[in-house]
């Protein structure tokens, strides 16, 4: 199947510093990419998501000045946590959607950002 | 809106075990895909099954096996013979074709398998 990756894979940092975590798809162009959040024993829940070129759509109750999203290209979006705080603190998993009809979807090994 | 329900939590078998986990979903499309993705403790997501809501076939693939119901609106999932490789969280998912692909993930059933 598809290759998603995310980098760094861990991370952590200091309260009020920003954050980035790439998402890249490896072996295709991707015309969407999604962001997820999952806290410690609970599900996937998505943040928003992005289309190359245009502004991320976020979900309701995600702060898109907080989480900076941005699709530069069909194989690379990124995600931003700007001032950090330790409730930030979970595992963000990037997938990446290739057509438009096409629900196929290929998950990153995602990033465990630790907010201190 | 979309919603998917797993009901259990955390289910406990010994080794050689069969072990069902239940997925129900709700939607409001005709055309959607179903999903289950596998999470060992590294975290990873391992995707193992997709299912447009034209094909209610039952698939099989070695010791794992689903079954679709549109009727009840279900995508339950059955490992045969479990090992303790099995044990992981498992999760269900449902994309709407409406929805520009977003998934909506059940909350997981934790999936642990005795020696």
């Known amino acids: 199947g598809a290759v998603v990756s995310q980098h760094p894979s861990r991370v952590i940092c200091k309260s009020g510093t920003s954050v980035k975590i790439e998402c890249r798809s490896l072996d295709f162009q991707a015309t969407t990419m999604f962001w997820y959040r999952q806290f410690p024993k609970q599900s996937l829940m998505l943040m928003a998501t992005?289309?190359?070129?245009?502004?991320?759509?976020?979900e309701q109750g995600v702060e898109k000045d907080k989480f900076l999203i941005n699709h530069a290209s069909l194989t690379l979006s990124t995600l931003t946590v700007t001032s950090a705080h330790p409730e930030d603190s979970s595992f963000y998993i990037c997938?990446?959607?290739?057509?438009?009809?096409?629900?196929?979807?290929?998950f990153g090994p995602g990033t465990r950002l630790t907010v201190l | 809106a979309q919603k998917v329900t797993q009901a259990q939590t955390e289910i406990s078998v010994v080794e050689k075990e069969d072990v069902t986990l239940d997925c129900v979903y709700e939607?409001?499309?005709?055309?959607?895909?179903l999903f289950w993705y596998k999470q060992p403790p590294s975290g990873e997501l391992v995707f193992l099954i997709r299912?447009?809501?034209?094909?209610?076939q039952n698939e099989i693939s070695g010791r794992y096996s689903w079954n679709f119901q549109k009727s009840t609106s279900s995508f339950n999932f059955t490992i045969t013979a479990s090992q303790v490789v099995d044990s992981a969280v498992y999760f269900c998912a449902l994309s709407e074709n409406t929805n520009a692909g977003k998934s909506t993930f059940g909350d997981g059933t934790t999936l642990t398998v005795k020696p």
């Open positions: 992005s289309n190359e070129g245009s502004k991320a759509t976020y």
């Open positions: 997938s990446a959607r290739w057509g438009d009809y096409d629900n196929e979807q290929f």
């Open positions: 939607t409001r499309d005709t055309t959607y895909y």
């Open positions: 299912r447009n809501s034209f094909d209610e």
